[in-house]
């Protein structure tokens, strides 16, 4: 292997080198896209699984009486738990998909 890289020239070396570098390059901000595909999926079905047990919950209870309080509760105390994306306009948003797609 010494002998084989004592054969090669400066520049060679840097090409090979900046060719390697780009294909594993290429492999990372492949597996990055792909991630962030699986990501965004499952993003969305946990949001759909959200809504589908919220509006479970509300049709029990009377939604038309509480719903909007509850709510508002709800994204609150998520808020305070898991942070940002729990606001409640985005539990009404799966509220309405859940509702939309019932069957997913």
């Known amino acids: 292997m010494n ?3 004592k054969d090669i020239t400066p520049s060679e ?3 090979i080198s900046i060719r390697i570098t780009d294909g594993v390059g290429n492999i990372i901000e492949q597996a990055k896209r792909t991630i962030a595909i699986y990501l965004n999926s499952e993003v969305s079905m946990t949001y759909l699984e959200i809504g589908k047990y919220i509006a479970g919950e509300l049709d029990a209870i009377g939604e038309e009486k ?3 309080k509850i709510v508002s509760t709800v994204s609150r105390l998520l808020t305070e738990r898991f942070g940002t994306g729990y606001q409640r306009a985005n539990i009404f948003r799966m509220l309405k998909v859940a509702r939309e797609f019932p069957d997913r």
Do not use: N, V
């Open 3 to 5: 002998d084989l890289i």
């Open 13 to 15: 070396l840097q090409q």
């Open 66 to 68: 509480y719903g909007s």
